[in-house]
């Protein structure tokens, strides 16, 4: 079975760019979650869905993030525009209901 | 909120020896979900071991145990006959069940395993 699929998988942009992130949940998993890891704040929780519904971005650090899912088997989420303090890996992941979370292999973003 | 405790950054072991990593929790949740998961330097997010607050007996998953002791509130990760391919960062994690889903992580021990 296909895990979660992200891409791009390696991102370089240059400050003020947008940058799209997006992921495919594994098919049937009701739960998209967003996570950031950076060496100085470790892995942090962004925003996740339950059924294509955002149910808590409190994570997500500015405006200039957003994150749609427009249906349940795609999601994106954008920087607009990038800063270079934007750098880190991307990591989206997928669960059904409250059990085990898989992680995709993660973007790697370099905004310089 | 929750609060993941590793404190261990960083751990030798040699090849075929077990290996212990420490984690700590706290949480006010009477149901919750521990986690633990391996990042190996490729950097994927490999899922190893779960078990439930009210599960009585200790998960075991081929080489990887954790012994869980709820009053201490601790989860600690067994990896026996340790391997080369163990070597990576290993995250704890936890998530309560009562009203949200979200992982709290800690901030993960480093592990190398020498031939």
């Known amino acids: 079975d296909a895990g979660v699929i992200q891409s791009p998988r390696h991102e370089v942009t240059e400050m003020g760019q947008e940058v799209t992130l997006r992921c495919k949940p594994i098919?049937?998993?009701?739960?998209l979650f967003w996570y950031r890891q950076t060496m100085m704040r470790g892995l942090e929780l962004l925003i996740y869905f339950n059924n294509n519904v955002p149910i808590d971005d409190s994570g997500m650090p500015e405006d200039r993030f957003s994150a749609k899912m427009p249906n349940a088997s795609f999601s994106t989420l954008k920087i607009q525009p990038s800063e270079p303090r934007d750098s880190a890996v991307y990591f989206c992941?997928?669960?059904?209901?409250?059990?085990?979370?898989?992680f995709g292999p993660g973007t790697r973003l370099t905004v310089l | 909120a929750q609060k993941i405790t590793q404190t261990q950054p960083g751990m030798f072991v040699q090849e075929k020896e077990a290996v212990t990593l420490d984690c700590t929790y706290d949480t006010s949740d009477q149901s919750y979900g521990l986690f633990w998961y391996k990042q190996p330097s490729s950097g994927e997010m490999i899922f190893l071991i779960y078990q439930g607050s009210y599960d009585e007996q200790n998960a075991t998953e081929g080489r990887y145990s954790l012994n869980f002791q709820k009053a201490r509130k601790s989860a600690n990760l067994v990896i026996s006959a340790s391997q080369l391919g163990d070597s990576a960062m290993y995250f704890c994690?936890?998530?309560?069940?009562?009203?949200?889903?979200?992982?709290?992580f800690g901030a993960g021990t480093t592990v190398t395993v020498r031939a």
């Open positions: 992941a997928s669960s059904y209901g409250t059990d085990t979370q898989y």
């Open positions: 098919s049937g998993h009701d739960y």
């Open positions: 994690a936890m998530t309560p069940r009562s009203n949200d889903y979200k992982l709290s």
